[in-house]
């Protein structure tokens, strides 16, 4: 008995001189840290899901360049020329969230890829649709294949970046690929349209896919949800009917007035947002966790996301039509007048990273907002005398503006929310961009359309196809004057010009008081968020 008590000393120093040691050995845990860092494979994987995200932004804002000439060519009446616009975003906003929730099921890169084929198939038929119709129709279904394409790649972005300084320059990156893309569109369809038909810009979509297609299953690693909920197919359907009304009553209103069909619609939009709303909050694995609107950060950095890109695509609406038909310019130096902005978002979309160590993010945001505020003051106070320098130099501002705002909005919306939750998080911040960019042209675009409408005055002379032409939209008007004696179609051209830019001021200070609405929340809502 005497000799195994007088062990135990002994044994017990044994036993806890792991645990003396182990301060010591816990370092090995953070020199395991640096292994969190990607190296050169996940920056080239990056750089494949770039492309996905340059080609749907490009697109939203490609075919506004594109649309004086197939004005021309296939003869759309106003409202099928803007929903020759607002049907791919349309379409896109309402799927981006389901989409989401299939590729949390059977694998985020999967619907990546199958996103891409189809979108590259369809892009051909679009580029040679004969019909607007048919052209409608073709960018309902590129909006169906490019929902799978959107809400995969920050998802696979999250995942890829696990270290939270990379990923939040890869988020930057993202972001300014994101607004940058939108501002090269008309630069692209400029290009394009100086040297083949206004189909090519569908067909950009064919080598920018194919390099995706072969490398993304060589760099990026497959992505999903273990406990991913059910597909609702009802919540999706809500979803849709929430924004079509909405969307088509403000296009009636802008080109035929008030009406009661536009006040069912919007009632409509409003009932179906409602249903869509109380059933998320009353599932258990909801489409759309409506609780992340909650969050301050998170709220008010979607508001200034979607504010932003309604004051962007409604800037480029105007300003691709001024410089081509109004100004007469080619579209090559029409995208010439728009190269400085493009750069200047870009850069500023990187260099606000490290500017928000040191400048509050509501700061930063607010700041940007107000410069594009005053871009659209440039554009009020030239109106109709605006040139093509000037409107370079407002498109400039714009830029500098919205490429602050958009990166750090996309940032605070991805950390102002649980990790788990960053999934809903993207799909809400890409939703709100394609919203953003549906409202552009339809609440703006509509408003210079029906501005256009009230003012041009027809000379006569014209055949009755030939004023409907010509009274529907400018492009129209343009190719009209074309067919016709050079002195009736030279006053045809005057008045019509005239009358497009008579709702500049109308739209320019819609403009304004939205910067300066999204200025406010941004104070407000985003004064507590952090870099």
């Known amino acids: 008995m005497s000799s195994s008590t007088a062990t135990r000393p002994i044994t017990v120093p044994a036993r806890t001189a792991p645990a003396r040691t182990t301060p010591a050995r816990r370092p090995a845990q953070p020199s395991n840290i640096p292994n969190l860092r990607v190296g050169k494979r996940g920056w080239l994987a990056l750089a494949v899901l770039m492309l996905p995200v340059l080609l749907i932004s490009v697109d939203n804002t490609v075919l506004s360049f594109a649309l004086p000439?197939?004005?021309e060519s296939l003869h759309p009446t106003a409202a099928a020329q803007l929903w020759i616009i607002d049907t791919y975003p349309l379409v896109l906003a309402g799927l981006l969230v389901a989409m989401g929730n299939v590729g949390d099921r059977i694998g985020r890169r999967k619907l990546l890829l199958i996103g891409a084929v189809g979108f590259g198939a369809v892009s051909v038929v679009a580029a040679f649709a004969p019909t607007p119709e048919l052209l409608i129709a073709a960018r309902g279904a590129l909006a169906f294949f490019g929902a799978m394409l959107m809400p995969s790649t920050l998802s696979l972005l999250r995942s890829i970046f696990a270290?939270?300084?990379?990923?939040?320059?890869?988020?930057?990156?993202?972001?300014?690929?994101?607004?940058?893309?939108?501002?090269?569109?008309?630069?692209?369809?400029?290009?394009?349209?100086?040297h083949f038909w206004w189909g090519s810009v569908f067909l950009i979509a064919v080598p920018v896919l194919i390099p995706l297609v072969i490398l993304a299953p060589l760099l990026i690693p497959e992505s999903k949800d273990p406990n991913p909920g059910s597909l609702d197919l009802?919540?999706?359907?809500?979803?849709?009917?929430?924004?079509?009304?909405?969307?088509?009553?403000?296009?009636?209103?802008?080109?035929?007035?008030?009406?009661?069909?536009?006040?069912?619609?919007?009632?409509?939009?409003?009932?179906?947002?409602?249903?869509?709303?109380?059933?998320?909050?009353?599932?258990k694995n909801p489409m759309l966790d409506m609780r992340l609107f909650r969050v301050g950060a998170f709220s008010g950095a979607v508001v200034v996301n979607l504010l932003s890109v309604v004051a962007l695509v409604g800037f480029l609406f105007y300003v691709s039509q001024h410089l081509q038909l109004v100004l007469g310019l080619r579209p090559m130096d029409?995208?010439?007048?728009?190269?400085?902005?493009?750069?200047?978002?870009?850069?500023?979309?990187l260099a606000v990273v490290p500017l928000v160590r040191h400048v509050k993010p509501s700061?930063?945001?607010?700041?940007?907002?107000?410069?594009?505020?005053?871009?659209?003051?440039?554009i009020m106070l030239t109106g109709q005398s605006a040139t093509a320098l000037?409107?370079?130099?407002?498109?400039?501002?714009?830029?500098?503006?919205?490429?602050?705002?958009?990166?750090?909005?996309?940032?605070?919306?991805?950390?102002?929310?649980?990790?788990?939750?960053?999934?809903?998080?993207?799909?809400?911040?890409?939703?709100?961009?394609?919203?953003?960019?549906?409202?552009?042209?339809?609440?703006?675009?509509?408003?210079?359309?029906?501005?256009?409408?009230?003012?041009?005055?027809?000379?006569?002379?014209?055949?009755?196809g030939q004023a409907s032409s010509a009274s529907e939209t400018l492009g129209g008007a343009v190719g009209v004057a074309n067919d016709i004696p050079w002195s009736l179609g030279t006053?045809?051209?005057?008045?019509?010009?005239?009358?497009?830019?008579?709702?500049?001021?109308?739209?320019?200070?819609?403009?304004?008081?939205?910067?300066?609405?999204?200025?406010t929340v941004a104070l407000i809502t985003l004064r507590k968020a952090r870099a």
């Open 69 to 71: 000439v197939i004005s």
């Open 163 to 194: 270290d939270r300084g990379q990923r939040r320059l890869a988020i930057a990156i993202w972001s300014a690929g994101f607004a940058g893309g939108a501002a090269l569109g008309p630069i692209v369809g400029g290009i394009l349209l100086e």
């Open 363 to 378: 700061l930063v945001v607010a700041g940007g907002l107000v410069l594009s505020g005053l871009a659209y003051t440039i």
């Open 390 to 464: 000037t409107l370079a130099l407002a498109f400039a501002v714009l830029a500098l503006g919205i490429g602050a705002a958009e990166t750090i909005s996309n940032d605070l919306i991805i950390s102002a929310v649980p990790e788990d939750k960053a999934g809903a998080a993207s799909a809400v911040s890409e939703t709100a961009y394609e919203l953003g960019a549906v409202l552009g042209t339809a609440v703006l675009g509509s408003i210079l359309t029906a501005f256009y409408r009230s003012n041009v005055v027809l000379p006569f002379g014209l055949t009755d």
């Open 334 to 349: 029409a995208a010439l007048a728009l190269v400085p902005g493009l750069v200047v978002m870009v850069v500023a979309g």
């Open 234 to 283: 009802l919540s999706i359907g809500l979803s849709m009917v929430m924004l079509v009304p909405v969307v088509f009553a403000i296009k009636s209103i802008a080109t035929e007035g008030f009406s009661w069909a536009s006040i069912g619609l919007f009632a409509l939009g409003l009932a179906a947002g409602y249903a869509f709303v109380r059933r998320q909050l009353t599932r």
């Open 491 to 519: 006053t045809l051209l005057q008045s019509a010009r005239d009358a497009f830019d008579s709702g500049v001021f109308t739209t320019s200070l819609i403009g304004v008081l939205l910067m300066l609405a999204a200025t």
